[in-house]
């Protein structure tokens, strides 16, 4: 049983919703695992039902337990791409957030291109080169940077960018219709796949600036 600590009563449901993250955050609660039920849930941490049943709708409208009829409430699986839901909802609507989203991606990849030329096996580069010829563009956009931000060798980067590419893959199908935006895009590539070949940073990095300047100017277009 995990260790539920009593909560005070002033923002109680808010309060408690975090000391359920927390405990995900450190293990006590682990993905899949269901909760005690709403009884004994309530009288570990100290609140009155009601509000117990308020914390629950909170983290499960983020996608962080799920609610399971006639079998209980459970701790979500916890995927990036699921957790992420709901800003993806927030970034559709709101185009200075993709300006944002862009703007971060501008900062981080060209720096994981130029780590990837620097750190890249020969087998990690061909796999790039591979990827860039796939038939779906945009499942061959996503896997190309998913590769460089793995030839990194930074974990903690790479994890970044695949949070930034799950809120940016709704923005990658649009940009993708723009006229002449495949071709640059499939150029841009294998700029950036030739420069990690070659072992140049510097070349690296220009070119990942480019391409993600150029796909900016058509998606805020």
């Known amino acids: 049983m995990a260790d539920f600590a009593k909560l005070h009563r002033t923002s109680a449901a808010a309060d408690a919703a975090r000391s359920i993250q927390q405990m995900i955050v450190d293990g006590r609660l682990a993905p899949g695992q269901r909760l005690p039920a ?3 849930l309530s009288e570990l941490l100290g609140i009155s039902r009601p509000t117990l049943r308020e914390t629950i709708r909170s983290l499960v409208g983020l996608n962080i337990l799920e609610s399971r009829h006639g079998a209980g409430t459970f701790v979500a699986a916890l995927d990036t791409a699921t957790l992420l839901e709901p800003m993806q909802f927030v970034m559709a609507l709101n185009e200075r957030t993709l300006g944002e989203l862009f703007e971060a991606r501008l900062l981080l990849e060209p720096a994981l291109a130029a780590l990837a030329a ?3 096996t020969d087998a990690q580069a061909a796999a790039m080169r591979a990827a860039i010829g796939g038939a779906d563009q945009l499942e061959a956009d996503l896997l190309l940077h998913r590769l460089i931000a793995e030839a990194s060798g930074n974990a903690l980067l790479a994890a970044m ?5 799950t809120l940016g893959r709704s923005s990658r199908s649009i940009t993708a219709a723009r006229p002449g935006v495949r071709r640059h895009t499939t150029d841009d590539h294998a700029a950036i796949v030739a420069a990690v070949e070659r072992r140049d940073p510097d070349g690296a990095r220009a070119a990942m600036t480019a391409h993600l300047e150029r796909i900016a ?3 805020l277009a």
């Open 161 to 165: 960018l695949e949070s930034l590419s």
């Open 118 to 120: 620097q750190r890249a």
């Open 217 to 219: 100017a058509a998606a």
């Open 38 to 40: 709403e009884r004994e």
